[in-house]
């Protein structure tokens, strides 16, 4: 789930920050240019493992800040295709089940990955697991907000978001004519950098409870057996 990726990056400390031991330094500016961004094709940056090499630094004319090429180790969040984690359940909606990790939000699970056959409860906002019974009755298990979730990460989709350049004059003229209509619609293309996609449509993944539920009620039928298994031993004992 967490990897530790190998970076490079030409690090500027400023001359107010001379006073510090340069590993140290470098070590504070990494982690605010890095920590809690996503990198493309590399993941959501954690913490700073390890500096693994420092160059010497130089000082360019006309800037009093110091620049160093360091090669760092980084802790990174990345699960691989095919991992299990355990999650909450953030909120559901028609597109699936939204997943949060507390440190990482953007994880989905679509309605076709859930378990067969699931339905979205437009009163409880919440998908419904209809458990199917031994007699052909159905059982409602639902997906409520805040519950442990258990899903197997099936795909990872990064997207660049850096910004393209400043609009052409036409596109600002007519962005001036309506303003409202652009902030709306630049509000609509607001892209994530990082998303997982998830499934739970398999055996022992899913909301915990479902299968703790299952669990205790296995024991509870096994310990049922072992009484009467015993109830019957000790009357043939008697009989004799």
């Known amino acids: 789930m967490f990897v530790l990726a190998e970076l490079k990056d030409n690090v500027r400390i400023a001359p107010d920050q001379f006073h510090l031991k340069l590993e140290d330094a470098v070590r504070d500016e990494i982690d605010r240019k890095l920590a809690n961004k996503v990198l493309l094709n590399v993941g959501l940056c954690i913490a700073l493992k390890d500096i693994v090499s420092l160059k010497d630094s130089i000082i360019l004319p006309g800037d009093g800040s110091s620049h160093t090429e360091v090669l760092f180790r980084y802790v990174v969040f990345r699960p691989m295709v095919g991992t299990v984690i355990t999650g909450k359940i953030r909120k559901c909606s028609r ?3 939204h997943v949060t990790l507390v440190f990482f939000d953007d994880i989905l699970i679509p309605h076709a990955a859930l378990q067969h056959p699931s339905r979205f409860d437009e009163a409880e906002q919440a ?10 009755e159905k059982h409602d298990l639902f997906m409520d907000v805040g519950e442990p979730i258990k899903f197997r990460v099936s795909r990872e989709i990064f997207e660049e978001t850096s910004p393209i350049g ?3 004059a036409e596109a600002q003229s007519q962005q001036a004519a309506s303003t409202s209509s652009a902030a709306s619609a630049a509000s609509q293309e607001t892209k994530t950098p990082y998303r997982l996609i998830g499934a739970i449509n398999e055996s022992g993944l899913g909301v915990l409870s479902w299968w703790d539920q299952q669990g205790k009620d296995e024991e509870q039928d096994e310990e049922e057996d072992e009484e009467y298994d015993n109830d019957e031993d000790g009357e043939g004992a008697c009989e004799e």
């Open 127 to 136: 998908w419904v697991w209809e458990y199917p019974l031994e007699d052909g």
């Open 95 to 97: 597109e699936g089940v």
């Open 166 to 168: 400043p609009p052409k």
